[in-house]
């Protein structure tokens, strides 16, 4: 079998077509411009790329992008003073700040800070409590893009069998009540799980998360199972190079599967796509107007 390669580049660009139009569309008709606020602390390399990729997603949208670049040492009172102002400033609709954080920042503190309604991170703790009770809530970014794949490769999910191997906070957790929202039968696996191939094995969808280089082979996938892999790793690739890889690996998966997402170009550029997607959400909610349709839980 020659597994379906779900193509994640290709989707989140259709996505940030749909929020462009829609960020276009509210400019006309409401006089309002979404606004995604982004706070870096320190100089971390790759930190520093994605708060430049994030910024240049944003503008090419249409939106309004407010970069706020404090360095290593500033102290954690004052970063929570930055976000006390971007809380009750009224063209900011979304506010991320990248992790991780200096040692000496508190980043739950941090987090939970911001106003969960412009927590388009999806992390503050109200949203955690309303996703898990089924409620209204913003999402994380990742699971979110995971969850539209799935659903236009599927369209309804109901009543199959999803696996998800991994159970961090920012993806796997989040990845699981997104699933049972759309009437999944959701098995929460991890590293530590016994028997851990024959769990995967029984999954119509097959979502890895775990952080560890291509962790799940061929002989954990069930024959035509959509594995989502999630997983982003740089691995040494001989002659002093190096390459990325996700949690599955690639060739003997795909062998198996009947959809796989690569890495890279799978799950990756739906994260800031989502992310774009929540903003917009965020802001459509604050003044009281309809939902973006297809760009939300």
Do not use: W
């Amino acid at each position: 079998m020659t597994a379906k390669i779900i193509d994640g580049k290709a989707f989140a660009a259709r996505v940030r077509r749909d929020v462009a139009a829609h960020v276009a569309t509210m400019k006309e008709r409401h006089a309002m411009t979404p606004g995604l606020a982004v706070v870096l602390v320190g100089d971390d390399p790759a930190s520093r790329v994605y708060v430049k990729n994030k910024h240049a997603s944003t503008v090419e949208v249409g939106m309004n992008s407010f970069e706020h670049r404090l360095p290593a040492e500033t102290h954690e009172g004052d970063l929570l003073a930055l976000i006390a102002r971007l809380n009750t400033d009224p063209a900011v609709h979304g506010i991320l700040v990248q992790l991780p954080l200096p040692d000496h920042i508190d980043s739950a503190l941090v987090i939970n800070a911001i106003d969960p309604a412009k927590d388009v991170d999806g992390f503050h703790i109200s949203n955690v409590g309303l996703l898990g009770t089924g409620q209204k809530s913003m999402v994380p970014c990742t699971p979110l893009g995971c969850l539209m794949m799935l659903r236009d490769h599927h369209g309804s999910l109901s009543g199959l069998n999803a696996v998800v191997v991994g159970r961090s906070n920012i993806v796997g957790k989040p990845m699981a009540q997104l699933l049972l929202g759309d009437s999944c039968t959701v098995t929460i696996a991890h590293s530590r799980s016994k028997d851990l191939p024959t769990i995967c094995r029984g999954a119509d969808i097959l979502v890895a998360a775990v952080g560890r280089p291509e962790m799940i082979t061929g002989d954990f996938v069930k024959k035509g199972a959509t594995v989502i892999d999630v997983g982003i790793n740089r691995i040494d690739a001989g002659a002093g190079k190096t390459r990325l890889v996700g949690d599955c690996h690639f060739d003997s998966c795909a062998a198996q599967a009947g959809a796989i997402t690569p890495v890279p170009g799978g799950v990756g550029p739906m994260t800031i796509a989502c992310l774009l997607a929540n903003t917009l959400t965020a802001c459509a909610r604050s003044h009281g107007l309809s939902e973006p349709e297809g760009l939300t839980a």
